[in-house]
């Protein structure tokens, strides 16, 4: 989000009175694909991540992440169908799958499939209102929904640890004794824990990326030239067009300017 904040918006995104210009990706099938094969490798990620099958709960790790992505995909999509668009929106579909991922992430271990299919269902509508306020209330250009998807159904996944874990699991985690409940199961202060962590992450994260943003931008700049920008920047970075049609005498020899 600092980011994106700092490096400003795309040519061309904002109106001058602040409305917002769709800028479509080239695409959607080969969106798709690449969100199909995030959620194949979230398996590894999740599952992967306990380093270690031999109390089984890797199953229920797999299972969760797997029940998250689809209603979280099923949700995005009705939300978009139902009550924004009136039309099924492919991308958000994909926004919504990964929303769903990003939100089990963190209680992938600790919640049943019934509570991580509601997790999924939140995090497909939080996405989908989250990418409409960052673009439209914050006038933040996210081109992918990152902010959303990553940052706010990261930060949602966290607090949902604290209200849905079931205390069917994590006796003896990071040294505390007794299995890990949340505040729907009688035990609040998990959910504080969980609230912490994300304020911290926030304060933290946010200062050091706005300085490190901040002095890329006084010594390298983060901006291409303009015409690289609405061109596309394949010849100018890499030497070779993306798209046929294109000629690659086309920029000077570095595409960026400060």
Known sequence: ??????????????????????????????????????????????????????????????????LASATGAIAATLWMWLVRTKKPDPSMMCNGMLAGLVAITAPCAFVNSISACLIGLIAGVLVVESVYFVEG???????????SVHGVNGAFGCIALGLFADGSYGDGWNGVSGTVKGLFYGDA??????????????????????????LIEIFFGHRPQPQAEIDGLDVPEMGVPGYCGVKLDKYSETPFSK
């Open 1 to 66: 989000m600092v980011g994106a904040w700092i490096v400003g918006p795309r040519l061309g995104k904002f109106n001058k009175d602040g409305s917002a210009n769709p800028i479509p990706g080239h695409s959607i099938p080969m969106a798709v694909i690449g969100t199909f094969i995030l959620a194949f490798g979230w398996f590894g990620f999740n599952a992967g991540s306990t380093l270690a099958g031999t109390d089984l709960r890797i199953g229920i790790v797999a299972v969760n992440t797997m």
């Open 137 to 147: 209330k914050l006038k933040i250009d996210d081109p992918v929904g990152a902010i």
């Open 189 to 214: 202060s998990q959910l504080l824990a969980q609230c912490i962590g994300i304020t911290s992450n926030l304060i933290y994260v946010g200062t050091i990326s706005f300085i490190v943003f901040k």
